[in-house]
Structures are given as structure tokens and as C-alpha cells.
């Protein structure tokens, strides 16, 4: 093992973290906490639950995330005009937009939460959820090089 696999783990492991995060605060906990909490019970636990992971994706997850990307494209050679070639550079581009996109929902997730509008903060919700999940499928899609 290589210690750039050791970079590739942690930046796979970090992003399984934070994806498999959404997924299971909002297939698993949100669904429970509706079924079963009253309304002000369910609001604060929610608000807690969402704090703690914003903590974590914030000061280890996207730390980690950023670190481990900057230091695998360094490693490939990646320059900025190999983000207009075909193949490996024009995935890698779509994903870091993406990836900015999805940073920007989940702020304005952040943002509605605290301006009460839970409509709007569910709608940032599912749109850094999915735009996550485009970000692990063009993860996948770029080529072993």
C-alpha cells in the first residue's frame, strides 16, 4: 500500500461519511422522529442532530474532502487547463461544480433552518441530497488513470 492510497481512502472515506450522513439523517432518522416525537421534541432534536453533522462536515469532512481532492489532482499532474480536456479532466470539472453547487444548497439549508422556513430549508435539503449523490456517480465515473 501506497501512501497515496492512503489519500484516496481517506478522501473516499470522507465523502462516504458526509453523503452517507444525508442519507441516513433523511431516510432513517427524519421519517422515526415524525412517527414518533411530538412536534417541539422532534424540532429540537432535529435542530441538534442537524448542528452536530454540520459541525462534523464542516471542521473534519470537507477539510478532509478539500485536502485529499487538492492532493490527488497534484499527484496525477492535474493542471487547470486539463479540466477542458475529455475524459478524466472534463468529469473532474463537472464534479467540483457540482460539488459547489451541493456547498451552496446546504449553506441555504443552513440559512433557512434559522430563518424558520421549513419548506424552503427541505427544499435546499433534497437539492444538496441529490446534487451529493451526482457527485459520488461522477466520483465513479472518472477513469482509473
Same mark, same amino acid.
Given at each position: 500500500?501506497?501512501?497515496?492510497?492512503?489519500? =484516496?481512502?481517506?478522501?473516499?472515506? $470522507?465523502? *462516504?461519511?458526509?453523503?452517507?450522513?444525508?442519507?441516513?439523517? $433523511?431516510?432513517?432518522?427524519?421519517?422515526?422522529?415524525? =412517527?414518533?416525537?411530538?412536534?417541539?421534541?422532534?424540532?429540537?432534536?432535529?435542530?441538534?442532530?442537524?448542528?452536530?453533522?454540520?459541525?462534523?462536515?464542516?471542521?473534519?469532512?470537507?477539510?478532509?474532502?478539500?485536502?485529499? @481532492?487538492?492532493?490527488?489532482?497534484?499527484?496525477? @499532474?492535474?493542471?487547470?487547463?486539463?479540466?477542458?480536456?475529455?475524459?478524466? @479532466?472534463?468529469?473532474?470539472?463537472?464534479?467540483? *461544480?457540482?460539488?459547489?453547487?451541493?456547498?451552496? *444548497?446546504?449553506?441555504?439549508?443552513?440559512?433557512?433552518?434559522? *430563518?424558520?422556513?421549513?419548506?424552503?430549508?427541505?427544499?435546499?435539503?433534497?437539492?444538496?441530497?441529490?446534487? $451529493?449523490?451526482?457527485?459520488?456517480?461522477?466520483?465513479?465515473?472518472?477513469?482509473?488513470?
Amino acid at each position: 500500500m501506497t501512501w497515496w492510497a492512503v489519500v =484516496r481512502f481517506l478522501h473516499v472515506l $470522507s465523502a *462516504a461519511l458526509w453523503v452517507g450522513g444525508q442519507l441516513t439523517v $433523511s431516510l432513517v432518522v427524519l421519517p422515526q422522529a415524525r =412517527r414518533l416525537l411530538d412536534d417541539q421534541v422532534r424540532a429540537r432534536m432535529l435542530n441538534a442532530v442537524g448542528r452536530r453533522f454540520g459541525l462534523v462536515t464542516a471542521v473534519v469532512l470537507l477539510p478532509l474532502q478539500v485536502l485529499t @481532492g487538492v492532493g490527488i489532482a497534484w499527484h496525477k @499532474g492535474l493542471t487547470w487547463a486539463s479540466l477542458a480536456e475529455p475524459g478524466y @479532466g472534463r468529469i473532474l470539472a463537472t464534479k467540483l *461544480a457540482l460539488f459547489c453547487v451541493v456547498m451552496a *444548497a446546504a449553506a441555504l439549508h443552513g440559512w433557512a433552518v434559522g *430563518a424558520g422556513r421549513p419548506r424552503t430549508a427541505r427544499a435546499f435539503a433534497v437539492a444538496s441530497l441529490i446534487g $451529493s449523490l451526482g457527485v459520488v456517480l461522477l466520483a465513479t465515473a472518472l477513469p482509473a488513470t
